[in-house]
């Protein structure tokens, strides 16, 4: 027979599952009211408990599968039923609505008529999804609201609850919640889809700060209020815990079968462990290989630094040479240098001499030139009185023929020139 989409593996190791939390809530030994029994996976686990079953399932085929688990099972939707007239005269230590108030109509009303089932210190177990998951808010960021087979957008839920919601559900119906437990799952690990790295880090910042953000079902227990007082105790988690010990203990017992194999496993293992011994000793002496390649490798680069050592102290000394060479050529340069200015001032002085040569040559051209003037004058001034006197008769005295003087800058001039 198939089983209902609803069934899922119940592992009472796991503390963070709905339906583990739920059985682990009920006490063993006792009578319990499954509704939305499904297969009967849970009533399967409680019947191993010690617990009596009865159920409620609507769909035939998980009805069927569910009464190899129960005493009865009443096959109808739990709406349409009066659960007081189906199930009386008994009363329930314990009835469950796991996963089943958020398919309903009228969840209130349906939990009015469950508590008249309870006995007196009787419990309602129940699970439900938070609509207000960090995942789903993002969902609507993303503009989408689409239905799933299951999860917390089932396509058959009819009704949504935050925490509030649910704290309101209860107290509508008389009951008082004293277990207020959670299945959890973080940013992005639900059936939604939703890729956190998607959204900008204030967004996600906004969507988890709730603290339920991260908060997948409610696991709730509740049981009728008290009338006269108002009861505030609740249990929590050391209760659920001291049960999963108890659990855990019977596990121990039923798991000694497993040491054989566990034996088994371990022989296996060890095989698996001397295979990777081998492996690990041939891989030793690669890197043992490796590392004399790398002992030569350095021995023959350490002998080559030696040598480029060596030759940079070479280079070394021919630049301090150079250094020397170029020193001496400065000292040159600068004596060349102060001989040039030296001879720069001499020349300077040369020509300041020629200056003064050539100046007083100037000076002395000038009265050449006056020189020659006056001689020309003077000259005229010959040959004008020459003329004078060849037209006069010579005097002779003793014998000697005198012609007209001559004046003395005449015969001054005449020397001159002759010198």
Known sequence: MAASRYTAPIDLANLNESHSLGVLSVPEGAQV?????????????????????????????????????????????????????????????????????????????????????????????????????????????????????????????????????????????????????????????????????????????AATADPEAETFQFVVVARRKRRGRVTTERADLATLLQRRNRELERTARDGAGHVQALQGELAERGQRIEALQATLAEREARLQATEVAHARRVAELERCLTQRAAELDALNGAIEGLRNELAITEGRGTALHEELSAMTLRHEQQTAWASGLEAQLAAKNAHIRWLEALLQEQTALAAAAVQTARGAKPKIAGGIRRFPPVSRAAHWVHRKVRN
Not at 97 to 106: A, K, P, S, T, Y
Not at 107 to 121: F, I, N, Q, Y
């Open 33 to 205: 009211l499954d509704v939305g029994a499904a297969d009967g996976s849970v009533a399967s686990v409680l019947q191993a408990r010690g617990c009596t079953v009865w159920a409620v399932e609507q769909d035939p085929a998980a009805a069927e599968a569910a009464r190899r688990y129960c005493e009865r099972v009443v096959q109808a939707d739990v709406e349409a039923i009066d659960l007081r007239a189906e199930f009386a005269p008994l009363h329930f230590d314990a009835i469950l609505f796991l996963d089943v108030l958020e398919h309903l109509r009228e969840p209130e009303r349906v939990l009015r008529s469950a508590v008249e089932l309870l006995a007196g210190d009787g419990r309602i177990v129940a699970s439900i999804p938070n609509v207000a998951h960090a995942d789903l808010r993002l969902h609507l960021l993303q503009g989408a609201f689409r239905y799933r087979e299951t999860g917390l957008l089932d396509r058959t839920h009819l009704r949504f609850f935050d925490k509030e919601a649910v704290q309101a559900l209860f107290a509508g119906a008389g009951l008082e919640i004293i277990e207020d437990l959670r299945v959890t799952a973080p940013l992005g690990g639900t059936d939604l889809g939703v890729d956190p790295h998607a959204f900008a880090p204030e967004i996600l910042q």
